[in-house]
């Protein structure tokens, strides 16, 4: 139960947006946080940054999730393992 728990502690779900990667929170990330992923995870993106945003327009079609925050990136679709670990710096 606590693994379950402190794995949606902030990390709600995520989806494919075409290449972008979409994952949605919780809770914004604060300006310290962003910066421990882009220094941590820079190996997971295909290309570009990691940006917060509201909801895009492909995500229409899920509007009880509008009012979560964004963290949209460009993956690389490899080393899930990776990804595994970015969701648990996101719910630290």
Do not use: C, W
Not at 38 to 63: C, H, N, V, W
Request: proline share 3%.
């Amino acid at each position: 139960v606590e693994e379950v728990t402190r794995f949606y502690s902030n990390f709600h779900s995520y989806r494919y947006v075409g290449d972008k990667l979409v994952v949605r929170l919780q809770r914004k990330l604060t300006d310290k946080h962003m910066r421990r992923i882009r220094s941590g995870f820079a190996d997971i993106l295909k290309s570009g940054d990691f940006t917060q945003s509201g909801p895009l327009k492909a995500e229409e079609d899920e509007p009880m999730l509008d009012s979560l925050p964004r963290l949209v990136f460009r993956h690389r679709r490899r080393n899930f393992g990776r990804l595994r670990e970015f969701i648990d710096e996101i719910n630290s």
